[in-house]
């Protein structure tokens, strides 16, 4: 890959941003590398595919990286920001995986171009010889194949060890702030001519600005309209609001009078199931989610539990495994069992479930009973509600005739206030010429104070000017006169107070180097312990595990055979016989027979007055073409005779 044209800091910042917003829950790597791309359009082709590359690499071997720089942070780079885990995760990347194709320059190019520290403590970690060969290959064979690691990872790192070390050092010299000596050049010595030297030319002094003070603004109420016609176009919005508000209202009116609320009975019944629904809803209760039914009857979906879970869970089934022991004693000491218990618990729970079902049976009578009620009540508040609605439409005819006596008297009663305002405006107009005029002669006045005042200023300002001129020569005098500031520090040498513990700054830092060896030694022992303990841990559990796995099957066969026997018995059929359920029943035939009664008068009645109006019908439409037959003969002999006429006369 070449980069002629790039900016390599750049295009580590887009990928560390790529990396940074990528959520694989909720997006494809694909959208979010098309949405980076379309941030940076300003990319040529090879930048794009160099970002694509990075992007998707670092995505895919997501693991490997996050294992690599996750020990660097435990180890070197405990001192780091954790917000660089993006861009180490790229260096590690470039390094493990493509740095033969990369090339060594420009991946030289792209440590140079981030922090110097970043980067020297970051290198010094990954070609690490020894590291690579013991734990972080090992850490490394426990994701990817030990094959893969060998012939893909390790190549482009041990390759590359020896111009890293120089780069390593490079870093090393910009951090210690020293330059590597450069060989000396033969260059060509020139003689300089002898001239006379020019004498420096001197700094002309700033020349004064003449300061004029502004000039205050014409008043904003000058060319505002005044408030009275402001308040005057409030009203006459607001009269216009009403006025439509009432008239919608009027229209509207008519079609409200014909509607009817419900009954006593009904609401009733409808507050009585709302109470029940707010019963039933549980706000306190807890808001965790249930296990999925599904995860709970297929075991090929094994939930993952914790230590401190196994634990309490063995010694549950411990505890479990003392009790029945208990009962095992007991019954073999002869003190007996508890067959009559449950006897009588199952007698116990058919004579609930009778009584529960007799209770079902007498509410659903009930209900059926109200009901046929209800279908009564609404036949007979049908014929009252039409006769009031008939009376209601004559009452609202009246109203309207009303409403529009009373409106036509507020129309001509704001005409006359139409008039008044008129004359008002009038006057105002005359009131704002005079005003305006006034405003007029007070802004000449303002004028001509404001010259005088700025003329002052002006005359004040030269005379500052002139003082910070001198001020301004004294101090360049006082900057001309040399000052040497060099120092020289020697590293090497001691501060020479007579201590025997003295060091010079190049000892103390062979002694840092030396403890911090010591202090990693003491870390690597501590981690091989702590390593050890989690393995004999590890396997404790598992045996656990295996225990509380095999106490779960035994349960899960007693709750399923206990399950279906409650089943059976619940779904044995009751019988329930009771004289208040005959009664409720001969109680709800009866209802029902007079219901059906009453549906069949008005239906009679329907079809009769129907009859009638369809005879009346038939007889006018007979009428009708009575007439228009006897009309067409009169207007046929009348054309006949017209002809007869005029054949005559011709």
Known sequence: ILFEVMNHKKLLNVCQKALATFRPDIESADDRLQLILDENPKLDSTDESFIEEVFTGCTRYQALLTVTVDNFYLGEGSKLLLKDTYLFRIMAYLAMLRLHDLGFDNFETFILSEDPLKMHTFLKYLFDEPKLKSWLLRKWCEIYDERFILDSVLPNITDHLHPVQKLVSRLQKRLDNTTSPRKAVQVTQPIPFNLTEVKPRAVPLPEPLATVKPVNPVPSSTYKAPRETLELSRKREDQRRKSERMLKEVRSMSSNLTRTGRSLKAQERMDTIVRETE????????????????????????????????LREDALYAKKEEQELKKLVSVLTGEGTDTKHQAWRAAKEEEDRRAETEKQLKRRMMGLLSYEEALLAKQKLTEINRIKVAKMKKE?????????????????????????????????????????????????????????????AVAEAAEEMEKKRKLISEIRAFDRTPVSTAKLVDLTSTAGFGFLCEMSIVELKEQLVLEKESRQRELEERRG???????????????????????????????????????????????????????????????????????????????????????????????????RRWRDLESTRERMARMKTTALST
Do not use: W
Not at 280 to 295: G, N, Q, T, W, Y
Not at 413 to 434: F, I, L, P
């Open 279 to 310: 019963a039933a809803l549980k706000f306190e209760s807890h808001k965790a989610k249930p296990v999925p039914r599904k995860v709970l009857q297929d075991n090929s979906y094994p939930i993952k539990l914790n230590a401190a879970t196994i």
């Open 529 to 627: 312990d702590i390593i050890a303990e989690k393995v004999s841990y590890k396997k404790m559990l598992e045996d656990k595990l295996s225990s509380i796995s095999h106490n779960r099957q035994l349960v899960g066969r007693e709750s399923a055979a206990r399950i279906a026997e409650r089943h059976r018995v619940r779904t044995a059929p009751v019988v329930v016989q009771s004289p208040e359920l005959d009664h409720l029943q001969r109680k709800l035939a009866e209802k029902r027979s007079e219901r059906i009664k009453l549906k069949e008068t008005q239906r009679s009645d329907l079809l009769a007055s129907s009859n009638n109006k369809r005879n009346m019908n038939i007889v006018a439409q007979k009428r009708e073409l009575e007439e």
């Open 396 to 456: 609202a005819d009246l109203m309207l005739k009303e409403f529009l006596v009373e409106q036509l008297r507020e129309e001509e009663v704001a005409r006359e206030k139409v008039v008044s305002v008129q004359d008002c405006h009038e006057r105002t107009k005359v009131a704002q010429q005079q005003l305006l005029e006034l405003k007029r002669q007070m802004v000449l006045e303002v004028h001509a104070e404001s010259k005088e005042l700025m003329r002052i």
